[in-house]
């Protein structure tokens, strides 16, 4: 079964809008991450937050991070048709690298 | 810098076969795991292997077994297969020695579309 649930299961917006995806997990975390894949492929770490950090940036990416509620935020700033795939997010318990992932979100950015 | 490698990239069996699957770590890994996601759902932890040895299982049966190498490449092996077990399965490397080991970001391969008839 997966750790997480992701809301929505399916996100459509045009082009230069912005995506937000949410993500809940169950258990206590080391760090929680948000993977990206494309047509069913191998996944792309996109980054890495730790639980004891609030929020991070990379580039057009935001995560945000609530322990207390167990939930995590992915935001996709100015949607490029480029950024349609799946996005998965992952936590780890432990230091040990294993991964739960939630059932993921697919986003479709139409140009 | 060669990343994750799988092989093969598909494969049909029938159910009651077995089937081998492959993996080379990126170069520099140490450790891999296994996942295995179905149609439309998230990848699920199967193992991970360390030092030749399984370190971490998630909830799958004994039929799903592994191996490490010396040379830190890995193989998955599925018995008596299922027609449940048709699922895209991938290989993720990382390194538990040294510093990068507390980051825990995992290298993905294309992973092996395993199709059961």
């Known amino acids: 079964s997966q750790q997480g649930e992701e809301d929505p299961q399916a996100l459509s917006i045009q082009e230069g809008e912005n995506a937000t995806m949410n993500c809940s997990y169950k258990?206590?975390?080391?760090?929680l991450q948000w993977y990206r894949q494309n047509s069913g492929r191998g996944l792309v770490h996109l980054i890495l937050?730790?639980?004891?950090?609030r929020e991070k940036h990379s580039g057009r990416l935001r995560v945000t991070l609530d322990t207390s509620k167990k939930s995590s935020s992915l935001l996709i700033t100015a949607s490029r048709a480029a950024d349609t795939a799946s996005y998965f997010c992952?936590?780890?318990?432990?230091?040990?690298?294993?991964?739960?992932f939630g059932g993921g979100t697919r986003l479709m950015v139409k140009p | 810098d060669a990343g994750v490698t799988q092989s093969p990239t598909h494969l049909i069996k029938t159910r009651g076969q077995q089937v081998t699957l492959r993996c080379s770590p990126k170069?520099?890994?140490?450790?891999v795991s296994w996942y295995q996601q179905a149609l439309g759902q998230g990848p699920q932890f199967i193992f991970q292997?360390?030092?030749?040895?399984?370190?971490q299982r998630g909830n799958f049966p004994d039929r799903f077994s592994g191996h490490q190498f010396p040379n830190y490449s890995s193989e998955l092996n599925v018995n008596a297969l299922l027609l449940g077990d048709s699922a895209l399965y991938l290989c993720?490397?990382?390194?538990?020695?040294?510093?990068?080991?507390?980051?825990?970001?995992?290298?993905f391969g294309s992973g092996t579309q395993l199709s059961v008839l």
């Open positions: 992952a936590s780890s318990g432990d230091a040990g690298n294993m991964l739960t």
């Open positions: 258990t206590s975390i080391n760090n």
């Open positions: 937050i730790r639980s004891n950090e």
């Open positions: 170069s520099g890994h140490d450790t």
């Open positions: 292997y360390y030092e030749e040895e399984e370190r």
């Open positions: 993720a490397s990382s390194s538990l020695s040294g510093r990068a080991q507390r980051l825990g970001k995992l290298f």
